[in-house]
């Protein structure tokens, strides 16, 4: 019902910037928040940040907290993700995913999310 498709990753230096966007298509109307998790090469998905659709009110993970800034357009059905100060721990597959549920304001969790996108690569180099 709903389709996210990301895109702006690649590879950067350590210090430098990357702005992800995930562009939803279909019935986003139904969003209640979309989310950035990221998983690194044999690591565990991990949350990077959510924002509530209608508000515009955002929650991050410590270690983006400071870094990283989540952003939506509206008009655009558009979340951004704008990375900065990268370091090469930030090297993962970057997914946006949307939470059609609702049950929480902040949704962390990455089972809380209904629909995800195909990812994007992020590589930062040391």
């Known amino acids: 019902q709903v389709q996210l498709v990301e895109s702006g990753g690649g590879l950067v230096q350590a210090g430098g910037s990357l702005r992800l966007s995930c562009v939803a298509s279909g019935r986003t109307s139904s969003t209640y928040a979309t989310g950035w998790f990221r998983q690194a090469p044999g690591k565990e998905r991990e949350f990077v940040a959510t924002?509530?659709?209608?508000?515009?009110?955002?929650r991050y993970a410590d270690s983006v907290k400071g870094r990283f800034i989540i952003s939506r357009d509206s008009a655009k059905n558009t979340v951004y993700l704008q990375l900065s100060s990268l370091k090469p721990e930030d090297t993962a597959v970057y997914y946006c995913?949307?939470?059609?549920?609702?049950?929480?304001?902040?949704?962390?969790?990455?089972?809380?999310?209904?629909?995800w996108g195909q990812g994007t690569q992020v590589t930062v180099s040391s």
């Open positions: 924002i509530r659709w209608t508000s515009g009110n955002t």
């Open positions: 995913a949307a939470d059609n549920v609702g049950r929480y304001l902040y949704p962390t969790l990455g089972n809380l999310y209904t629909y």
